[in-house]
């Protein structure tokens, strides 16, 4: 369904989703944390990577239209960390989906290879890419070695220039 089709969508959750996502967006800090960000973004572009919630996609003026008609409505009948998505075109087609465990939750969580891709792509926004794949392998032997304090010193070396 394209953008311009959408003339509204509710996001539907209890009042802790409201509370915390129920918010207008100036910047990316607003957007990391939007029912309206997030929605838009999502439909505009398909994903809600790192990227999507960077400066460029708050300023994005098809995510800026469609954060406009997003509405953010209290359900109390739904549980914690869930949410309904109802979309409603301009010519009065309605679609609607309820989700209790979003990716990432407990109930349905990332996969190994999910969280990798998760860190690389958050590494590069921080201008850490060339270190991703150290600093996942420092992650991952935390278990066999919970030193915090030499995990501190690997992120460190890892972050350090050259």
């Not at 800090?29 to 990227?51: Q, W």
């Not at 150290?134 to 915090?148: A, F, K, R, T």
């Amino acid at each position: 369904m394209p953008g311009e089709a959408i003339a509204e969508v509710v996001v539907a959750g209890n009042q802790l989703l409201l509370d915390r996502g129920d918010r207008p967006v100036r910047n990316e800090r607003d957007a990391r944390v939007s029912i309206h960000h997030t929605a838009a973004v999502v439909l505009a572009r398909g994903e809600a990577g790192p990227a999507a919630f960077s400066l460029a996609a708050v300023r994005d003026p098809a995510v800026a239209a469609l954060r406009g008609r997003v509405r953010a409505v209290l359900d109390d009948g739904l549980p914690r960390g869930a949410a309904r998505v109802t979309l409603r075109t301009g010519g009065g087609e309605e679609r609607s989906i309820t989700v209790t465990a979003p990716r990432g939750s407990e109930g349905q969580p990332l996969t190994d290879a999910e969280l990798e891709a998760k860190y690389r792509a958050n590494a590069s926004l921080a201008g850490m890419a060339a270190r991703a794949e150290e600093q996942i392998g420092l992650l991952w032997s935390l278990e066999d070695n919970p030193d915090m304090a030499g995990l501190m010193r690997g992120f460190a070396a890892a972050a350090s220039p050259g």
